[in-house]
């Protein structure tokens, strides 16, 4: 049993603190937000952002930081990503060294373009910064229904550490050295999240969703890898699997987001009537920055960046990338020309 602090008590935040503790950790969960905390602990259900979900007695819920850290095993930061340099910040005096923190939100810093470790990492420098991502709505781990993440860690004893602590019969967790392929695939995937919902939004059809998919992973990985990922994570469960997941589920903000935009909204009516945050609006700025620093071509992410910010229509935007160059699929595989030429 370990003592853990959970930074954020969000949709997710409140989730990890239900399946920690049937895990049988004592886990505090801290809020910036004190009204959050009294109604926490008075209601042990957030009704707005995971309802039905009955927390369980022993968690404990506080709006000072510190109780939230100090002798805590290891401190989960589960906060939006527009809060994170912010929290670590908060954080950061009581952190003490080695203290592992294990972030869970996916997201890019707009201004920097640094990933949410990152961040973490140059706020409390004395922390032993991991990560945890997966395909895994909190809808329906605070359900019990099963799915796989990954932990990602600078050392296989913290990662496997996290693993140990996170396992249970309906939450399995796999174990990488590639905290920034899961990072990129974690954040990117949003942006092509919400291209799924404007897609669904437009009422296309299944086909334009498995194309989607497809391609985005094509554009995430190839960003991904020339940024120092490995491949092998952008075809896993924190690339492809959470894609899939995100760009599919009913209880996804990001495609919720886009639906709400391709049936006509603006991305700021979408963002309010979604209510929780939606990363992919933060993640699409950054990717289109990453992809022209990396010279990489996002087209998917260049079309998202149009639609949510300079106001082009999303039909506009869909008969753009169905009619740019002509292309082939993997432009490294060979024809194989050579050999029918000498038969
Ligand atoms: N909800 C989900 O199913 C999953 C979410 N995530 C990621 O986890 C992160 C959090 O997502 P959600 O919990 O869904 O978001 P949310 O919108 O439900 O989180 C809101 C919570 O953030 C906290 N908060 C608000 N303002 C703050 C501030 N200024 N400083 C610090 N904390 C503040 C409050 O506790 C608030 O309830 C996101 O990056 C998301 O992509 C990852 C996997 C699953
Ligand atoms: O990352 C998630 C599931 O793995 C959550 O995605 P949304 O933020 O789009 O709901």
């Not at 503790?21 to 905390?37: M, P, Y």
């Not at 022993?58 to 002798?71: A, V």
């Given at each position: 049993m370990a003592k853990v602090g959970i930074m954020g008590a969000g949709s997710w935040g409140t989730a990890i603190s239900w399946l920690l503790?049937?895990?049988?950790?004592?886990?505090?969960?801290?809020?910036?937000?004190?009204?959050?905390?009294e109604m926490l602990d008075r209601e042990r259900e957030h009704k707005s952002k995971l309802p039905g979900v009955k927390l369980q007695d022993?968690?404990?819920?506080?709006?000072?930081?510190?109780?939230?850290?100090?002798?805590k095993d290891f401190v989960v930061l589960a906060v939006p990503s527009p809060f994170t340099r912010s929290t670590a910040q908060r954080m950061c005096p009581y952190v003490k060294e080695g203290q592992i923190l294990v972030n869970v939100a996916k997201g890019i810093e707009e201004?920097?373009?640094?990933?949410?470790?990152?961040?973490?990492?140059?706020?409390v420098p004395q922390a032993d910064v991991a990560v945890l991502s997966g395909p895994s709505h909190a809808e329906e781990v605070g359900k019990g229904l099963p799915t796989t993440c990954v932990v990602g860690a600078k050392t296989r004893e913290t990662a496997e550490y996290l693993q140990k602590a996170f396992m249970s019969e309906v939450f399995r967790v796999y174990t990488s050295p590639d905290i920034k392929g899961i990072e990129l695939g974690g954040s990117l995937k949003n942006v092509i999240a919400l291209a799924a919902g404007i897609a669904d939004g437009l009422g296309y059809g299944d086909n334009t969703k498995a194309a989607l998919i497809t391609r985005g992973i094509a554009e995430i990985a190839r960003l991904g890898v020339k940024m120092g990922g490995k491949i092998e994570t952008f075809t896993g469960l924190t690339g492809i699997g959470d894609l899939i997941v995100t760009c599919a589920s009913v209880h996804s903000r990001n495609r919720k987001a886009g639906y709400l935009i391709g049936q006509g909204r603006t991305m700021q009516e979408a963002m309010d009537e979604v209510k929780m945050v939606v990363e992919g609006v933060y993640s699409a700025k950054a990717a289109k920055q990453l992809a022209g620093q990396y010279r990489i071509s996002m087209p998917i992410v260049e079309q998202v960046n149009q639609v949510l910010f300079e106001g082009k229509s999303p039909a506009e935007?869909?008969?753009?990338?169905?009619?740019r160059d002509r292309k082939e699929e993997h432009s490294a595989l060979p024809w194989g020309e050579e050999d029918t030429d000498t038969k």
């Open positions: 503790t049937n895990n049988r950790h004592e886990v505090t969960v801290w809020s910036i937000d004190a009204k959050e905390v022993g968690i404990r819920f506080t709006n000072e930081i510190r109780e939230g850290i100090e002798g201004k920097t373009l640094m990933t949410l470790s990152e961040q973490i990492e140059e706020e935007a869909v008969k753009e990338l169905m009619l």
